[in-house]
Each structure stands twice: as structure tokens, then as C-alpha cells.
T-cell receptor, first 116, second 107 residues
Framework: GAGVSQSPSNKVTEKGKDVELRCDPI?????LYWYRQSLGQGLEFLIY????????KSGLPSDRFSAERTGGSVSTLTIQRTQQEDSAVYLC??????????????FGQGTRLTVV | AQRVTQPEKLLSVFKGAPVELKCNYS??????LFWYVQYSRQRLQLLLR??SRESIKGFTADLNKGETSFHLKKPFAQEEDSAMYYC?????????FGTGTSLTVIP
């Protein structure tokens, strides 16, 4: 596709279960970002990938959160033993370096996670 | 460290009135500044960036390095401007977003 694609669009899970969120970035984009959007909290940075490595994972809220990226493309964000406070919209974005700088981040439509 | 600050979570203006969404940043060097917008039920998208010095949908934003601000302005607000607005900073390899301002334009 032409844009960043995320799946699933919506996910309802029971507290304590694990969930996996997927992001397909724009083809050729080397950088990939995960953010969490909560009501009243704005956009919270989670992790950033450059290729398959994550130079900055400082935003992951706890060790229940992990992410990986393979082949410099698809990324998955995994949340283990989900808690109700994990309920939010998880956004993925990708960008391409131009002259060594990332000039724009393109966002997916997000995955709305609800933990019941 | 908080790099981007948007002091207003909510902002309401009447249609036709001027609107200013505030953004202050803290970063040494020469970062790039952006404004992103999210309309209801749509994905987050770029509105404008400071290096382009362009006006998009009547919005402009001037980078003031002395005040470290990048406020978004529009002289006459329209109902379709109602949305969530995020200010963002990029030092070149990352994007840092503010907490956002929800703008409501009252008809």
C-alpha cells in the first residue's frame, strides 16, 4: 500500500492476556516509530527503530512492552499481561532520511486497544 | 526532558476569530519544527513545517529562536479547523511531540 498500515484496527482483550500489534511502514522508509495516544495525554513516545535496531526505547513504560522490527520493514509491538491502563490508541509512523535528516513522519491509522 | 510544550490542552474560538496555538520547545542546535493535525476519525498528518515557510489551509507558523517558540496562527478560524493539533520537533533522527491542543471552532 501507499501508506503506513496497522493491524488490527481494533483489539479488545482480557486483562492478563498478551497482545501483538503490527505495523507495515511505507516501503523504503528506514525509520519507524511507535507512539501511544491516550485521552488527555497526547502522544507518548514508545520506541524508535532505525533499520532493525532500536537506538531509543526509552519510552517503553514497563518490561511488559517489547517491540521488534525485521527485514527493515514490518514491526510488531507486544504487550504482555495486559493491564487496563494499557488501553489506548497505538500509533505507528515511518520516515525516510533525506540528506541525513528525517523530514516528515507518516502515520498509520492506529490500533485501538481496549483491555477489559 | 520535555522538549516540546503545548500549554493549552483545550482551546475554543468563534468562527471568524483569530486563533493561535502555542508551542515552545527546548533544544540546543537547529531542530526542525512541525505542526501535525488530526481531524476526527482521520489519521495524524503533517500540516506544515518551518523550513517550508508555507501557509497551509490559512495557517502559518513562525519559528522564533529567541523565544524558542513555534506558534501556529490563523487570522480567521473556520469550523473545519476543529481538530487536535500537535507541535513536533525533530533534531534529525527522531520526532518529539507535544501533548497536543484540541481546537474547537464554535459556529
Amino acid at each position: 500500500g501507499a501508506g503506513v498500515s496497522q493491524s488490527p484496527s481494533n483489539k479488545v482483550t482480557e486483562k492478563g492476556k498478551d497482545v501483538e500489534l503490527r505495523c507495515d511502514p511505507i516501503s523504503g522508509h528506514t525509520a519507524l516509530y511507535w507512539y501511544r495516544q491516550s485521552l488527555g495525554q497526547g502522544l507518548e513516545f514508545l520506541i524508535y527503530f532505525q533499520g532493525n535496531s532500536a537506538p531509543d526505547k526509552s519510552g517503553l513504560p514497563s518490561d511488559r512492552f517489547s517491540a521488534e522490527r525485521t527485514g527493515g520493514s514490518v514491526s510488531t509491538l507486544t504487550i504482555q499481561r495486559t493491564q487496563q491502563e494499557d488501553s489506548a490508541v497505538y500509533l505507528c509512523a515511518s520516515s525516510l532520511a533525506t540528506h541525513g535528516r528525517f523530514t516528515e513522519a507518516f502515520f498509520g491509522q492506529g490500533t485501538r486497544l481496549t483491555v477489559v | 526532558a520535555q522538549r516540546v510544550t503545548q500549554p493549552e490542552k483545550l482551546l475554543s474560538v468563534f468562527k471568524g476569530a483569530p486563533v493561535e496555538l502555542k508551542c515552545n520547545y527546548s533544544y540546543s542546535g537547529s531542530p526542525e519544527l512541525f505542526w501535525y493535525v488530526q481531524y476526527s476519525r482521520q489519521r495524524l498528518q503533517l500540516l506544515l513545517r518551518h523550513i517550508s515557510r508555507e501557509s497551509i489551509k490559512g495557517f502559518t507558523a513562525d519559528l522564533n529562536k529567541g523565544e524558542t517558540s513555534f506558534h501556529l496562527k490563523k487570522p480567521f478560524a473556520q469550523e473545519e479547523d476543529s481538530a487536535m493539533y500537535y507541535c513536533a520537533l525533530s533534531p534529525g533522527n527522531q520526532f518529539y511531540f507535544g501533548t497536543g491542543t484540541s481546537l474547537t471552532v464554535i459556529p
